[in-house]
């Protein structure tokens, strides 16, 4: 999504961009291609697939002669960077989008390929992009090149993420719960860093305290399908006071109905949920990981990585505010998004960072 936000706002008549996947189009891809940007795919889609589609990647680049390779996510950074290497390109550029890289939750083979990045980065990459400064650290301590760091926030649509009271109404009347229902959300995509389970844990603790509050979770595979999901409900009883809406294209008119937006995770760099709620001026309660606090600031809370009555505690604590105070909250958090990650400021650094490799390249 951060890929799709920039090129929406690239200077066109500087910048003729291109983008190629590693594996499919997914869902990304004819979006892309519907800014006028051409996008293609190499199929590496299995081990096996592997030589031929380094080769088709190798000649895509060969045939574009580009001036700047960005590459995103470690693959690509190993595999775009070594075939951007092979075909000249004068300045290559790697995106760190991850910060967590614990053995038991990461695959040994996203670990080996960590370790070899870390290895050529001292030669392959003029510059070294993170999302994140804590992402950064933590790959420097892995061994990456500290002085082609770089850190560019993720950014952030303010015309696009904004408070919305006939959204809020609107998504009440969806789910058939009262206007004055208080909304807590997870938005994430099913996966074991987002921590679901915890955020179930914290939701049966809010219950407790707030009968009446509903918890509204959003992302793929996160729909009545999910059995673990559903194994979760019926374990903390918490019934239908729960709605599980799977993967959904109006994250703006959702955000804008929450009242709190909850993060739960244990692996994050600098998740755009955060901003994106902040902006909608929905305040937000999150465990310390990756940016995660640094995000919020004084607009939010934050717990300690799996603290999730702590969590629960701040989440009961914010929804009791009185009105005048969580207005004020509300602003203070969208301003921070308007100061600290508006979406046009963070493509500009981008456009900084690629003249600067480029010219080093010179």
């Not at 009347?173 to 179930?200: C, I, S, W």
């Amino acid at each position: 999504m951060m890929l799709l936000k920039l090129l929406e706002r690239l200077d066109r008549e500087r910048y003729s961009p291109m983008v190629i996947s590693l594996t499919t189009l997914g869902d990304i891809g004819p979006r892309i291609e519907a800014l006028d940007i051409p996008v293609q795919s190499v199929g590496l889609t299995s081990c096996l697939a592997g030589p031929s589609a380094f080769v088709r990647l190798l000649r895509i680049i060969r045939q574009f002669k580009p001036d700047v390779v960005n590459t995103w996510l470690y693959h690509a950074d190993l595999l775009g960077g070594a075939a951007a290497w092979l075909a000249g390109v004068p300045a290559i550029a790697w995106n760190l989008r991850n910060s967590n890289l614990d053995r038991d939750k990461t695959r040994w083979s996203t670990r080996l390929v960590v370790r070899v990045c870390a290895a050529i980065s001292h030669w392959v990459p003029k510059g070294i992009l993170s999302c994140s400064d804590t992402a950064c650290q933590i790959h420097v301590k892995l061994g990456y090149s500290a002085e082609k760091m770089a850190v560019i926030p993720n950014g952030f649509d303010l015309k696009r993420f904004q408070p919305d009271a006939v959204f809020r109404s609107s998504v009440r009347n969806e789910l058939g719960v009262p206007d004055d229902t208080k909304l807590v959300g997870l938005m994430a995509r099913y996966d074991p860093q987002k921590n679901h389970g915890g955020f179930f844990e914290a939701a049966a603790v809010i219950r407790k305290a707030m009968p009446d509050v509903h918890f509204v979770l959003a992302g793929t595979g996160v729909d009545s399908d999910n059995q673990v999901l559903k194994v979760l409900i019926n374990e903390y009883n918490l019934g239908s006071f729960v709605h599980l809406l799977g993967r959904r294209d109006d994250m703006p008119r959702l955000m804008a109905a929450l009242d709190v937006l909850v993060s739960t995770s244990y692996g994050e760099a600098f998740p755009n949920v955060l901003g994106e709620a902040m902006a909608c001026g929905v305040p937000c309660v999150v465990t310390d990981v990756g940016d995660s606090a640094e995000i919020v600031g004084n607009t939010g809370r934050v717990v300690q990585t799996f603290d999730m009555r702590g969590l629960a505690k701040h989440v009961v604590e914010l929804l009791c505010l009185p009105p005048d105070e969580k207005l004020a909250l509300a602003l203070q958090a969208r301003k921070r998004v308007e100061t600290c990650y508006e979406i046009s400021g963070v493509a500009k650094r981008y456009e900084r960072f690629y003249e600067q490799i480029a010219q080093g390249s010179e």
